[in-house]
């Protein structure tokens, strides 16, 4: 699949089969979030994997507990503020880092969402797993084998994003 493709065929998934991710992948899912770009690459991304009684302990903190338990893993995806060096530029690195992880799971025939809701609980949490003030938790990643078949997603119209002067060729984008 085209790298374009890629990016336009991932869909949030929140159910999983009972399918068990092997470690090597989890592995490669991490690396795919260790290589993405930051502010004097200072990396400030912090990872923690979840598995089953890690994961029924995090359900209780969110309202999206079925995901959660549903799962076959989780990777909590902090920011080290000791690592920190412009808060802003290092929470888009974050981002970009969950967005590699996103993709590298789609491109294995995994699924994944994106949970932030679950940040309304991100103190609790840290005491829960017994964590450093220095790591503030940015997302969860829920993934696993997905159970259904991945839906068309929507987006806006090219046409409405483009503020001015570029000038995009006669419905060509519509064609990718
Ligand atoms: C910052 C962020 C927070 C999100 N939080 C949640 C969430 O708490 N629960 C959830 O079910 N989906 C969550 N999502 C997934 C979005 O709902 C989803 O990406 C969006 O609807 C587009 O759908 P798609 O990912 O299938 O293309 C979140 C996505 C982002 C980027």
């Known amino acids: 699949m085209d790298t374009l493709n890629l990016i336009k065929s991932r869909r949030s998934v929140r159910k999983f089969t009972k399918y068990v991710i092997p470690r090597c992948t989890i592995e490669k899912i991490l690396e795919s979030g260790r290589w993405a770009p930051s502010g004097l690459n200072n990396q400030p991304w912090r990872f923690m994997v979840l598995e089953s009684g890690g994961k029924d302990e995090l359900a209780e903190y969110t309202k999206y507990s079925q995901i959660i338990k549903n799962a076959d893993k989780i990777i ?83 046409e409405n994003l483009i503020l001015k002067r570029y000038k995009l060729q006669a419905a060509s984008h519509k064609l990718l």
């Open 76 to 158: 909590l995806v902090f920011i080290d503020k000791k690592a920190s060096y412009n808060y802003e530029k290092d929470l888009m690195a974050i981002g970009a880092c969950i967005q590699n992880m996103l993709l590298y799971i789609h491109s294995q025939k995994l699924g994944a969402c994106w949970l932030g809701e679950i940040l309304n609980k991100r103190d609790e949490i840290n005491k829960l797993f017994k964590l450093n003030d220095n790591l503030q938790l940015q997302a969860a990643i829920a993934m696993g084998k997905p159970a259904t078949h991945l839906k068309q997603g929507k987006r806006k119209n090219l």
